[in-house]
């Protein structure tokens, strides 16, 4: 077996699960480059009151590493960084880690990775794992005025955990995933909450139970029972939810859209809220809203849901178009991220002096998400084109390792030097797939960050089952290998 040098970019979940799958199979030289102190990637990033997953916990956990002890049906954001942790503790992952190192330029050059830091650090390695994310670099958009503003303003993946909340006036912009759980977690906390909502959203009810320590016990005592819950919420999420999306006139999809126009029939009882809270765009055309208790919560006496467009941002708070002054004293901008960077800012330069900034001008694309034509021996894990929105990115990322690990099986047993999706294999798919967009419910006329530059969603437009079927196995006549 060739002796391969691997390094990993980024400790967030799929970066662990990166080294961990190396490691089992007996690769023993793996580097994690972690740019911040701390792994955990979005876990680690995004702190905000009420963050939680809403995606069930016993399905966003890893397979082999099912946890008996999550809190929640839908876990707070702490306990899943910590369940990282301690996942990446278990299996010697840790120590792989240099933390506070950014790779900040790649070059591929006489077969190998010339790799470069931010610490000074030049190592050549034979295989690189961006596992860099979806969604992590914010979106900050221009706010006249925002410099001006005396409270503490911040982006929702930047908290500023010293400035005080309690008793206080905040202002959220946004109506996101990310606005609605801090909305429902700080409405009974501050003296008065404004959501600046530019864009009504559907938000389908999910309860959220305590998981009582009688059934913690059970799951501990029987693994087996653990392993069946999992897997039967797994397929029930997959099998109707993605079934539904990819085919704007599913049964599936009136079923969702039905429970959302209940959810907000029967929850909102002032009729003008209820008409302003009321999207006008079908449900899960943007990344659908789950949540417990929001149409409760921002019917509170302290909440105010603020319609009209933001004019200006002003020392003592944000003016609307209507001329009315939100004063307020912190102020979040819960205005999404920017979903189409993925490992960059890091510079890459693959065959040929080519750069992956030149090779995506014109938008992102990977051969089934994982591998890009001309940057041969670099996989990329939740890149561009893959299963995102509601699903759990862990069983996408399981999968895509699990793929990649065929591809590194070739570079270890010497049936190639390098390897990379072929320019012809990488076009194909990419046309079948902005043709099967065509069809999505992601394109019935919202704006949301799964659409590109042309209104196509990026994702993957096809159904789970085939993400599963492609994952399998490479087709090695796709790729191009070099010996
Ligand atoms: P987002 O879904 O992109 O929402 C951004 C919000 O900011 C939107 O309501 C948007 O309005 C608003 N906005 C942006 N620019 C604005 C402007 N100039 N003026 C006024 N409003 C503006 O971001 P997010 O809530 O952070 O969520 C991002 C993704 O992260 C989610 O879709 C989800 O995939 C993931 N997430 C998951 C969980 C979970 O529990 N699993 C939790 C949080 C986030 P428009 O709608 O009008 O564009």
Known sequence: MRRLRF???????????AAIRLREAGHDDVTVFEKADRLGGTWRENTYPGIACDVPSYVYSYSFEPNPDWS??????GEIQRYFEGVADRYGVTPLVRFSEEVTSLEWRDGAWDLRTSQGAEERFDVVIAATGVLHHPNIPHFEGLETFRGAAFHSARWDHDVPLDGRRVGVIGTGSTAVQIATALIPRVERFTLFQRTAQWVIRVDNPEITDAEKERYRTDPA???????????????????????????GIKAVEDQCRRNLEDSVVDPVLREKLRPNYRAACKRLIASPDFYEKIQEPNAVLATEAIERIEPEGVRTADGTLHELDVLV???GFKPDRFVRPTR???VDGVDLDDAWRTRPNAYL???VPGFPNLFLLNGPNGPVGNFSLIEVAEMQMAYVMQLVDVLAEERARSVAASAEASAAFEAERREAAMRTIWVTGCRSWYLDDEGIPASWTFTFQRFTDEMRAPKLDHYVLTS
Do not use: C, N, W, Y
């Not at 929640?72 to 954001?77: A, D, E, I, L, T």
């Not at 392993?227 to 085919?247: G, M, T, Y």
């Open 333 to 335: 901008l819960a205005t």
């Open 369 to 371: 998400s994982v591998s």
């Open 7 to 17: 390094a990993i970019i980024g400790s967030g979940m799929a970066g662990i699960l």
């Open 72 to 77: 929640h049906r839908f876990s707070p954001g």
């Open 348 to 350: 890459v330069v693959g």
């Open 225 to 251: 029972k653990l392993e069946s819950v999992r897997a039967q919420l797994a397929s029930a999420f997959r099998d109707a939810f993605s079934a539904a999306v990819i085919d704007a006139d599913s049964p």
